[in-house]
């Protein structure tokens, strides 16, 4: 990725969505349980990057101790839900076979999340200072943050919808 030096801003004409999935292994020798877990991501970002339809924008994938979290950007909530619950699409059976394979109970080896945040004009403000394309830049594209987008209140107030 090339960096772009200098001060970048992302100009949010729309709502978006800012979706976060990921996991935590609990018990690491319960391999045979979080091993499916881990693999089913990157299959489903590939699916979801090859169908501009799908309304899936970007990723980042995060990895930690016992922790993957993938950042994602998304058009709306309803694309994200369409996703989610298409049979013909990754997603559902992977989450189907989660489900029988492991499931949400007392002592299970994997633990599993998601927080959806919608993300509305003049309620988001970032700035990439030499940096590569990333998070809601690299989803939305960016725009230098100068004149009118100068400071963190401008860039909130700049992209405030008409009242």
Known sequence: MSIRFGRHTVALQA???????????????????????VKSMGP???ELS???????????TWV???????????RSTDDLIRYAGDSGQLHR???TAFMRNVGIAD????????ETIELRPGQV?????NMPAFGLGRALGT????????????????DQPPA
């Open 143 to 158: 725009t230098p943050a100068t004149g009118h987008r100068k400071t963190a209140a401008d860039r909130l107030l700049a």
């Open 125 to 129: 403000e970032c700035i990439y200072g």
């Open 64 to 74: 930690g101790w016992r922790r993957i979290l993938v950042q994602q950007y998304w």
């Open 107 to 114: 002592g299970a080896s994997v633990g599993i999340f998601h």
């Open 15 to 37: 709502p978006c969505v800012l979706f976060l999935i990921g996991m935590r292994v609990n018990r690491w020798r319960a391999t045979r349980e979080w091993v499916p877990v």
């Open 93 to 95: 059976p992977a989450w």
């Open 44 to 46: 489903m970002i590939a």
């Open 50 to 60: 090859a169908d501009p339809d799908s309304g899936f924008l970007a990723a980042e």
